[in-house]
């Protein structure tokens, strides 16, 4: 089933497919002042109290410069908090507030249902194999690179 140009080509499909989806959760969020980007990042700060910046960037997949932006933006609307490593003065934690980790609570339904919305298309086999696939691929892409 491979197709020429852009429609073959695995990059070009999955940031088409990535940007609808964050349309889509873009546009549910809007209430809430947030964005799919500002939302991951504040997600794994919510889960992981005090991860480094830099390790906050890497599990949300944005680099350094993305990473501080977003962290600037939510650290301005009171969501996180900055926190100097005692050990460390180049190492910064991230911390969210109170107030971060009730967006989270009130907005993860909304993230769950929109993922459920556009994977409805698939049974969860064709799911569970989609993911497992593309997860190699980023494993694979990350040992080219590393």
């Known amino acids: 089933m491979a197709s020429e ?6 990059g ?3 940031g088409l497919v990535y940007r609808r989806m964050s349309n889509r959760l873009m546009q549910r969020l ?4 947030i964005t ?4 991951s990042v504040l ?3 919510t889960e992981s109290d ?4 830099r390790e906050l960037g890497e599990r949300a997949g944005k680099d350094k410069p993305t990473t501080t932006r977003i962290v600037d933006h939510l650290v301005r609307k009171g969501w996180i908090l900055r926190r100097p490593d005692q050990n460390d003065r180049r190492a910064i934690f991230i911390e969210a507030t109170a107030e971060g980790r009730r967006l989270i609570e009130e907005t993860r339904p909304i ?4 993922l459920a919305e556009v994977t409805a298309c698939l049974t969860p086999g064709e799911l569970e194999t989609l993911l497992g696939l593309l997860h190699r691929v980023g494993k694979h892409v990350d040992q080219l690179n590393g």
């Open 111 to 114: 993230e769950t249902a929109v």
């Open 12 to 14: 070009f499909t999955t």
């Open 50 to 53: 005090g991860l480094i910046q």
């Open 30 to 33: 809007k209430p809430y002042d």
């Open 36 to 39: 799919p980007e500002q939302w």
């Open 43 to 45: 997600y794994y700060a």
């Open 5 to 10: 140009g852009l429609e073959g080509s695995l």
